[in-house]
């Protein structure tokens, strides 16, 4: 479990996060929000990367400050991955393994998936996108820890992996995982979240199931009750 209290960060004039305060349990969590709405700093801050100007993170009621060992507990996939291009997709593999130095699954199963095989000796720059996206998940997936923080899966996959990943993250909440999912594709967010939080210039507007979402801005449709979040607060 996450618990999030009074979270605030700044980047230079810029006020990102202004007082973020949520407990995030067991689950899917869609963290959804237009872009420099703050999602990818507030994961950031989870992780560590980001240091909040004030308030207080707790990963499995311990509190994160000048700590890192709770890492070992989160897999993360970025929302843009950076790795030297001039390794090959194995040589990847093995690298992530060493750094992370936890037990991981056997990606053999992964691989098939993702139909990685025939790339496992091809360097990163020979890749596309959508590769080297299934490549990003397939390191992701292949370890087993209780929080898994997905930026922005989709980008890049074609409708086969797209079902794929649905299925992995589905089985990883049938294992009671807390699982968070950044995401600008509705559809998506719609088919696999059990709970969505909408942040809009570094505040939470809405904490809750998309049922409770529609009924609050009286709107059957997912994305146009969204959409009435903005407006409304844009108004």
Known sequence: MIQIENLHKRFGENQVLKG??????????????????????????ILGMVFPDKGKITVNQQDINNRWNYRKEIDYLPQIANFPNNITVAELIKM??????????DETHLLQLFKLQPFLNKKLNNLSGGTKQKVNLLLTFMFDSP????????TGLDP???IILKKLIEEEKKKGKTILV???????????????????EGKIYFKGTISQLKNQTQQTNFEHAIASILIDNHA
Request: charged residues 25%; hydrophobic residues 45%.
């Open 96 to 105: 992530i393994k060493d750094l992370r130095n936890v037990k991981s699954k």
């Open 20 to 45: 973020i305060d949520i407990q995030i349990k067991s689950g899917v969590l869609a963290i959804l929000g237009p872009n420099g709405s703050g999602k990818t700093t507030l994961n950031k801050c």
């Open 160 to 162: 086969a992996a797209l």
């Open 182 to 200: 950044t995401s600008h594709i509705m559809s998506f967010v719609e088919e696999i979240s059990d709970e969505i939080m909408f942040i809009l």
């Open 147 to 154: 929080i898994i923080i997905l930026d922005e899966p989709t």
